[in-house]
């Protein structure tokens, strides 16, 4: 089954290696120089994918595009790549369900490792989905808390 990888980083010298280097582990890759070209041309989720994206892109920003195919209810996992990292944009990105965050310039060891995990959660959560996406099963968990009068409360 082919794996596709969706790239998205405004330096092109940089998109063109992840690309090169992508292609020769096997992946199929799409890149885009910003994250509107990706919206515009929003990648077929019935193919397991990745995103790669830059957190500082000209117009809308790497954050900004997770917060809008959240929006668009995409599930595409998405591994941010950022040459200025700043500990508040990662700990924003991971709450959002970022899958990982990675300091460009990055090893291939650790780009691999990102995309194959993400690949491997991303499996598992398809698998608990039907095929209209939807969760074949969802645990709820009640929890009762004990008010201090002796009545109950569910949370």
């Not at 009640?142 to 009068?149: A, D, G, T, Y």
Request: hydrophobic share 40%; proline share 5%.
């Amino acid at each position: 089954m082919l794996r596709f990888v969706y790239v998205v980083d405004d330096d092109s010298a940089f998109r063109i290696a992840l690309e090169r280097r992508l292609k020769l582990a096997g992946y199929e890759v799409a890149t885009y120089a910003s994250a509107e070209q990706l919206l515009d041309r929003f990648p077929d989720e019935s193919k397991p994918g990745r995103i790669l994206v830059d957190v500082r892109l000209p117009g809308m920003s790497g954050r900004e595009l997770q917060a809008r195919l959240d929006e668009l209810g995409s599930t595409l996992p998405i591994i941010f790549l950022t040459g200025r990292p700043d500990i508040q944009t990662t700990v924003q990105a991971i709450k959002a369900g970022a899958e990982d965050f990675l300091i460009k310039p990055t090893l291939s060891d650790d780009l691999f490792r990102a995309i194959v995990g993400a690949f491997a959660r991303y499996e598992v959560t398809r698998a608990k989905k039907g095929p209209a996406g939807h969760f074949k099963f969802l645990r709820v968990w009640s929890v009762k808390f004990l008010h201090p009068r002796g009545r109950t409360r569910d949370c």
